[in-house]
């Protein structure tokens, strides 16, 4: 148990679906983070936000949509998505700003997307 | 741009001997390193940082070095056991604000 829920942890849907994937964390953190990762490529930030406030996006398409509503909870919003999309979302926090002042990630357990 | 190289994809080695995973990076100069390690359908689980001024960090079994002429870290495990069998990545980092970005990682296995 790291302190970061991930919901749901698997989620199959049609290209022309929209669905949502949560992410809520516990630790009382001041960051978080969405990464994709894919079969034999690295892990890929897509978004960052501190403090509520989106500070990274890694020229993500648009049919992928964040939202921060509080420094505990973070929001994937997913519609018309491609089978390439398909994945497993990590989500991850971390407790002071973001991770390049030497605060270690704390990851939850991602959810795994599969897009038909 | 920026590169991370993970010395291999795989790693297999007997159990009671030392592991010795290798992270290179390009265009690159880290404040410091981080290594985590993944089960497979789980998320990466944070190990060891180690800064630029630090030439070796240790915890129990693990050790890490940080070489920023080679620009290389050394990730070593003593005495393996199968319970290591896990993916480690790397993650040097920037400047403050710049979130981690990961290497694609080196699996091990580990056989009794």
């Known amino acids: 148990e790291t302190g970061v829920t991930q919901t749901p942890r698997h989620l199959v849907m049609g290209m022309t679906n929209k669905k949502s994937l949560k992410c809520e964390q516990h630790?009382?953190?001041?960051?978080m983070y969405w990464y994709k990762q894919s079969a034999k490529k690295p892990l890929e930030l897509m978004f960052v936000y501190s403090l509520e406030e989106r500070v990274e996006n890694n020229s993500v398409p648009s049919r992928f949509s964040p939202e921060c509503p509080n420094s505990s909870h973070l929001f994937l919003h997913l519609h018309t998505l491609q089978p390439e999309d398909s994945a497993l979302y990590l989500c991850?926090?971390?407790?002071?700003?973001?991770?390049?002042?030497?605060?270690?990630?704390?990851f939850g357990e991602g959810s795994r997307l599969t897009v038909l | 741009s920026q590169k991370i190289e993970q010395n291999s994809e795989a790693l297999n080695i007997q159990e009671g001997k030392t592991a010795t995973l290798t992270c290179n990076y390009t265009n690159y100069s880290p404040a410091y390193l981080q290594w985590y390690r993944q089960d497979p359908g789980r998320g990466p689980v944070f190990l060891l940082l180690?800064?630029?001024?630090?030439k070796e960090k240790r915890k129990e079994r693990l050790k890490v070095t940080f070489d920023t002429t080679l620009k290389q870290s050394l990730f070593h495990i003593t005495a393996s056991q199968p319970a290591d069998s896990a993916t480690y990545l790397c993650?040097?980092?920037?400047?403050?604000?710049?979130?981690?970005?990961f290497g694609k990682g080196t699996t091990l296995s580990v056989s009794s």
């Open positions: 993650a040097p980092s920037n400047q403050a604000g710049t979130a981690l970005i």
């Open positions: 991850a926090s971390s407790r002071e700003g973001l991770a390049g002042d030497g605060g270690e990630l704390f």
């Open positions: 180690i800064r630029e001024n630090e």
């Open positions: 630790l009382g953190h001041n960051a």
